[in-house]
C-alpha cells in the first residue's frame, strides 16, 4: 500500500538554526499538509498546499515557517530561526483531494532544539 | 472555531471486553468527521470517514457511528493488538483538520 515516508526520522539542531524536514507524499495525491504534535499534546494543523501554493494556514504557521514543493516528488518544510518551541513531532501528510477525504500521515520527523 | 473534545482520556480494557469510545464536536457545517489510531512513535493510521449523521463504518473490532454532535467508535471483543491511541478529527472548512486528544487505549490479555 502506498504510504508518505519523511527524512530525517530525527533531527536534532541548535537554537537559532535553520532546519529542513523533507517528506515524499503518495504520488497520485494532490494536496499535501503538515501537522505538528508537542509531546503528550493533541495533532495540530500547520499549513495545507496545493497546485503550488499555500491553500490555508494556521495561526502557528508565521513568517518562521515556509514549505516547498522543489520537485514532482518532495514536499518541504521549512523552519528559519529555531526556537526551544519548536521542538515537536512533525507529520507530513496527503490526500487525493482536498476535501472530505482522508488526509494519510507519515511516521513524523522528531525535531529537538537544544 | 472548531473543538473536538475525546472521553475518556485513558480506557482500560480486558481482552474480550467491548466498549465505546466517544468524540464530541463543536463545528460550523462537517464535511466530514475522522478516526485514526495511532501507535506510540508512529504517524496517524487511518481508519473511517464519517460525513452525515446516521452513518456507520465498520472494520474488523471497530464500528464508527456518527450524529449530529458527536461519534462513537465501539470496538467488540478487543484483542491486545488493538492497544493505541484514537484519534478523532474533523473538517469543517477548507482542508484543515482539528484533532482531539485522543484516547489511549490498552487491552490486557
Known amino acids: 500500500e502506498p504510504e508518505v515516508t519523511q527524512t530525517p526520522s530525527h533531527q536534532v539542531t541548535q537554537m537559532g538554526q535553520e532546519v529542513i524536514l523533507r517528506c515524499v507524499p503518495i504520488?497520485?495525491?494532490?494536496?499535501f499538509y503538515w501537522y505538528r504534535q508537542i509531546l503528550g499534546q493533541k495533532v495540530e494543523f500547520l499549513v495545507s498546499f496545493y497546485n503550488n501554493e499555500i491553500s490555508e494556514k494556521s495561526e502557528i504557521f508565521d513568517d518562521q515557517f515556509s514549505v516547498e514543493r522543489p520537485d514532482g516528488s518532495n514536499f518541504t518544510l521549512k523552519i528559519r530561526s529555531t526556537k526551544l518551541e519548536d521542538s515537536a513531532m512533525y507529520f507530513c501528510a496527503s490526500s487525493n483531494t482536498g476535501e472530505d477525504q482522508p488526509q494519510h500521515f507519515g511516521d513524523g520527523t522528531r525535531l529537538s532544539i537544544l | 472555531e472548531d473543538q473536538v473534545t475525546q472521553s475518556p482520556e485513558a480506557l482500560r480494557l480486558q481482552e474480550g471486553e467491548s466498549s465505546s469510545l466517544n468524540c464530541s464536536y463543536t463545528v460550523s457545517g462537517l464535511r466530514g468527521l475522522f478516526w485514526y489510531r495511532q501507535d506510540p512513535g508512529k504517524g496517524p493510521e487511518f481508519l473511517f470517514t464519517l460525513y452525515s449523521a446516521g452513518e456507520e463504518k465498520e472494520k474488523e473490532r471497530l464500528k464508527a457511528t456518527l450524529t449530529k454532535k458527536e461519534s462513537f467508535l465501539h470496538i467488540t471483543a478487543p484483542k491486545p493488538e488493538d492497544s493505541a491511541t484514537y484519534l478523532c478529527a474533523v473538517q469543517a472548512g477548507y482542508q484543515k483538520v482539528t484533532f482531539g486528544t485522543g484516547t489511549k487505549l490498552q487491552v490486557i490479555p
Open positions: 504520488s497520485n495525491h494532490l494536496y
